[in-house]
Each structure stands twice: as structure tokens, then as C-alpha cells.
Nanobody, 123 residues
Framework: VKVVESGGGLVQAGGSLRLSCAAS????????MGWFRQAPGKEREFVAA????????YNTDSVKGRFTISRDNALDTLYLQMNSLKPEDTAVYYC?????????????????WGQGTQVTVSS
């Protein structure tokens, strides 16, 4: 499956962005999906994940209450709604697809990755 992110940009602290991840090539609804981010000089960090069975979601603690992951299987699209953005949220955000059943939270559990979209939050 191929995944392509969009929706990144520059926003002031406290603002919002919605990232989209368009999938193609295989049955999107059968993949667990996730968002990761990577800031300069740092390792890739898990942000949020969504399973394909039961619609379970999981967010890392630093974004709970601010970010929401969702998916539209009819449109083969994954979303990340980001509210109350902080400068420390600045990073390249990646969408990924996993063949595993259930929530996947580490990069090695994912099989397909997008190229990333830059999110910059100014103070």
C-alpha cells in the first residue's frame, strides 16, 4: 500500500492543523494505521494509532486531549486533527500502515511509510 501525507504547514502556538494520509494499492480498511513524528536531531516518535478491528485508538501522553486520530475507510484516508499546538510539536509527521491486528506503536511494527509532511509551530 502507498500512503501520502498532506496538510502540514506553519501555525502559531495554540492553533490547529489537520493532517491527511491518503492510501492506495490495497484494502485500506484492513490495515492498522499510525502517525509518527521526527524533530531535527531526535528519533522518530509515536504520536497516535488506529486499529482496523474495532476502531481502537491510542495516543501518546504528550498529545492526549489535543490530537485526535481518525479514519474514513470509504475514502481510504487517515486523519490527525491537531489542536492547541505547541512549539514542541514541530516536526516532520509521518503516516504509516501496519499489517498487524490491533494497535501498533513502534516503527518496526509498520510496513509502509509516507514521505512526511512538515509541521512548524511558532511561539
Amino acid at each position: 500500500v502507498k500512503v501520502v501525507e498532506s496538510g502540514g504547514g506553519l501555525v502559531q502556538a495554540g492553533g490547529s492543523l489537520r493532517l491527511s494520509c491518503a492510501a492506495s494499492g490495497r484494502t485500506f480498511s484492513r490495515y492498522a494505521m499510525g502517525w509518527f513524528r521526527q524533530a531535527p536531531g531526535k528519533e522518530r516518535e509515536f504520536v497516535a494509532a488506529n486499529s482496523w478491528i474495532g476502531g481502537d485508538t491510542y495516543n501518546t501522553d504528550s498529545v492526549k486531549g489535543r490530537f485526535t486520530i481518525s479514519r474514513d475507510n470509504a475514502l481510504d484516508t487517515l486523519y490527525l486533527q491537531m489542536n492547541s499546538l505547541k512549539p514542541e510539536d514541530t516536526a516532520v509527521y509521518y503516516c504509516a500502515a501496519s499489517k498487524r491486528v490491533g494497535i501498533a506503536t513502534i516503527p518496526i511494527e509498520y510496513d509502509y511509510w509516507g514521505q512526511g509532511t512538515q509541521v512548524t509551530v511558532s511561539s
